[in-house]
């Protein structure tokens, strides 16, 4: 399968834990997106990735928040602290070039309990 | 800012008939627009986009979509509904001048189609 992963596909957990979650994207795009979607809602950007930089990060995306791209590849989202507001589907995505439309993975479900 | 509108939560359709999901948007620069479709606990998968060009644009399923720069619209649009085309759909815009390359999501539009 050559489309972007997403690992865990759920997840739940304690208030107050720490998670992480993996995102491998398409292998020749160099935009990776996270987005958080809630029940009945569209996704929410979060941050995004060009190459290793983060080059955006939504106010949304508190200091519990944290994203990683090492070498430009696979990226990861923690959430440190979890609270029950964290709930929601957590969406990568990848793009490629100024046109190039995101394509997205199935999702990570983070119910904190 | 940007936005999207997606006015209808839901969209009524038989099966054999046409169908039409609304969206407007907001950008201050050029509009880039994209449509997504959204089946149950399943990530999304992208139907069609206009960038540039004709403003009839076709995508994915037999979906199309028309860009309307006067009235800032970007309707979906399927001329024989299936049963299978039921699920969320999603509009979505980035302003093409803009660096950022961040997608604006509309809130969603349910379609069901009964057979």
């Known amino acids: 399968d050559t489309g972007v992963s997403q690992d865990p596909r759920h997840k739940i957990t304690k208030r107050g834990q720490n998670v992480t979650f993996r995102c491998d994207p398409i292998?020749?795009?160099?935009?990776l997106y996270w987005y958080r979607q809630t029940l009945g809602q569209g996704p929410e950007f979060l941050t995004y990735?060009?190459?290793?930089?983060?080059?955006?990060k939504s106010r949304l995306l508190s200091d519990r928040f944290s994203a990683e791209r090492p070498k430009g590849s696979f990226s990861t989202l923690e959430i440190q602290r979890t609270e029950q507001g964290d709930s929601a589907m957590y969406l990568c995505?990848?793009?490629?070039?100024?046109?190039?439309?995101?394509?997205f993975g199935q999702g990570t479900r983070l119910t904190v309990v | 800012a940007q936005s999207v509108a997606q006015p209808e939560d839901q969209v009524n359709v038989a099966e054999g008939n046409p169908l039409t999901v609304k969206c407007t948007y907001s950008?201050?620069?050029?509009?880039?627009l994209f449509w997504y479709v959204q089946y149950p606990n399943r990530g999304l998968q992208f139907l069609l986009k206009y960038i540039t060009g004709d403003n009839l644009v076709k995508g994915s399923y037999g979906f199309e979509a028309e860009f309307n720069k006067s009235q800032t619209s970007f309707h979906l649009k399927k001329p024989s509904a299936l049963v299978s085309d039921s699920a969320l759909y999603f509009c979505?815009?980035?302003?093409?001048?803009?660096?950022?390359?961040?997608?604006?999501f509309g809130s969603g539009t349910r379609l069901l189609v009964r057979p």
């Open positions: 995505a990848s793009s490629l070039g100024n046109e190039g439309e995101a394509f």
């Open positions: 950008v201050s620069g050029n509009p880039y």
């Open positions: 979505a815009v980035r302003d093409g001048v803009d660096s950022s390359y961040k997608l604006i």
């Open positions: 292998s020749e795009h160099n935009r």
């Open positions: 990735f060009q190459n290793e930089a983060q080059l955006e």
